[in-house]
């Protein structure tokens, strides 16, 4: 399942993978299967829907508590913090979840949501064509809407978090929150480092080799074997 990752293109397209079913009542292999071919088909969003995505991904409205009357940009910031602290925390609890035999499995889940976040990101900005109907947050995806968020309420602070060495991201871009997820899920997550790369270094060969130290010692746990690769093109993309 790494490998069809490895092998799909930002554009749709068929292959056996497409035809393939698991044998036998292995639901979890068959859950995991069809989200890569969701990946593999540009459907992206669909992704999102899963409950895989659910039980990582919490809704905004989850973390927040009732305010009354207008907030403050701090007070913004300060909520899109704490969503994302939330966030990072469903997804560390539902690794360390459940028996050991399950673990190369769970961190699958993670790898298909990341690279989801990775390419939505990509053919909005990059590819096209954009994906004019995602939401600000990918967790709402599964509300419909942007309720109790708004199309641009933690775009700010993503772009913020985003930022290196305090320069700040150039140019015009879409869907922040969708980068940001695929920095916390494919390079924090899978393959934590603290990497960083200049125009001058800026290599996939580079990025792949500086990775792979960090993680021999950060990440020993990792049963995944293209989890360097994603971090590596999640921060070229950065």
């Known amino acids: 399942l790494e490998w069809e990752l490895l092998l799909t293109s930002l554009s749709e397209g068929d292959s056996h993978f497409s035809k ?7 639901s979890d292999l068959a859950v995991l299967v069809q989200l890569v071919k969701l990946v593999r088909a540009g459907q992206y969003l669909e992704v999102f829907e899963s409950q895989i995505a659910a039980q990582m991904l919490p809704l905004p409205c989850d973390t927040s508590s009732l305010r009354v009357g207008p907030q403050r940009p701090n007070e913004v910031l300060e909520e899109a913090q704490q969503y994302y602290d939330a966030l990072r925390t469903r997804v560390s609890d539902y690794l360390e979840a459940g028996e050991a ?3 190369h499995s769970r961190q699958l889940h993670v790898l298909v949501l990341g690279v989801s976040a ?3 990101f990509m053919q909005t900005n990059l590819t096209g064509p954009p994906l004019k109907d995602a939401p600000a947050t990918p967790a709402e995806v599964r509300s419909g809407s942007d309720a109790g968020n708004g199309a641009d309420r933690f775009d700010r602070w993503a772009r913020l978090e985003l930022c290196e060495d305090g320069e700040e991201t150039i140019g015009k871009y879409a869907l922040p ?3 940001l997820l695929a920095q916390i899920l494919l390079t924090e997550t899978l393959a934590p480092t603290t990497v960083t790369m200049t125009p001058e270094t800026a290599t996939l060969e580079n990025a792949i080799a500086a990775l792979a130290k960090v993680s021999v010692t950060d990440a020993p746990t990792s049963q995944l074997v293209t989890s360097d690769w994603w ?8």
Do not use: E, F, K, W
């Not at 393939?20 to 292995?26: E, Y």
């Not at 971090?231 to 950065?238: K, Y």
């Open 101 to 103: 035999a399950s673990q």
């Open 177 to 179: 929150q969708y980068l």
């Open 118 to 120: 990775l390419y939505a």
């Open 231 to 238: 971090a590596a093109r999640t921060l070229l993309l950065r």
């Open 20 to 26: 393939c079913q698991p044998a036998g009542a292995d």
